[in-house]
C-alpha cells in the first residue's frame, strides 16, 4: 500500500528527499517552484510536490521531511484518484525497469499482473483496467514531464524522462 502526501519546504538539501523516496519504490509528482519575495528583496525559494510513498516507509520519510525543515499533509483523495496514482505508479516501474525509448506494446508487457503496484487488489472487478487509461496516463505523465515521448518510424515511444 502506498500514501499520497503533499510536501511543502525550501529547496535546500530537497534532492536528499526525492532520492530516498525514489529508492524505496516511490515517486515524486507535480513539482512547483515558488519565490517567496517583499517588494524587490528575495527572501527564498520554496517547493511543493505530491509524494507517494510505500506505507512501511512513512516513518522515514517524515523523519527526513524534519531533517530538512519541511511541512507535509496526508492527502484523502477517492478510490478512483488512488487508482490512477497507483496506475502512475506501475508504468513509472515499468520504465524504469526498460531503461529506454519503448512503445505501448512492449510498455504493456513488462506491466505483469500484479503490477508493482498491485492495483488489481484495489479494483472491485477481477480484470485489471489499466489497458483502457493506459494512453491517459502515458498522456499525463508526459505533461508533468515525468516521461518524455518522441515518434519513431511512424510509432510513439516512451521513456523516463532523463536528468540533464
Not at 517583499?38 to 512501511?56: A, T
Not at 484523502?76 to 516501474?93: A, P, R
Not at 524504469?96 to 499482473?113: A, F, H, M, P, V
Request: net charge negative.
Amino acid at each position: 500500500m502506498y500514501q499520497i502526501m503533499h510536501f511543502r519546504g525550501g529547496i535546500y538539501r530537497f534532492d536528499e528527499l526525492v532520492e530516498f523516496v525514489e529508492d524505496t519504490g516511490g515517486i515524486v509528482l507535480n513539482r512547483d517552484f515558488f519565490e517567496i519575495s517583499r517588494g524587490d528583496s528575495y527572501l527564498s525559494q520554496e517547493v511543493h510536490v505530491l509524494l507517494i510513498v510505500p506505507e512501511d516507509e512513512l516513518d522515514n520519510v517524515k523523519s527526513i521531511i524534519s531533517k530538512i525543515k519541511g511541512m507535509v499533509d496526508d492527502i484523502d483523495i477517492s478510490d478512483d484518484q488512488y487508482i490512477l496514482f497507483l496506475s502512475y505508479l506501475s508504468i513509472y516501474d515499468a520504465l524504469s525497469r526498460i531503461r529506454g525509448w519503448t512503445d505501448r506494446d512492449i510498455l504493456k508487457e513488462t506491466i505483469n499482473c500484479p503490477c508493482y503496484s498491485e492495483l488489481c487488489t484495489h479494483l472491485q472487478e477481477e480484470i485489471c483496467q489499466l489497458d483502457e487509461i493506459l494512453e491517459e496516463i502515458l498522456s499525463q505523465l508526459s505533461q508533468t514531464g515525468l516521461i518524455e515521448s518522441k515518434e519513431f518510424h511512424g510509432k510513439l515511444k516512451f521513456r523516463l524522462k532523463i536528468e540533464e
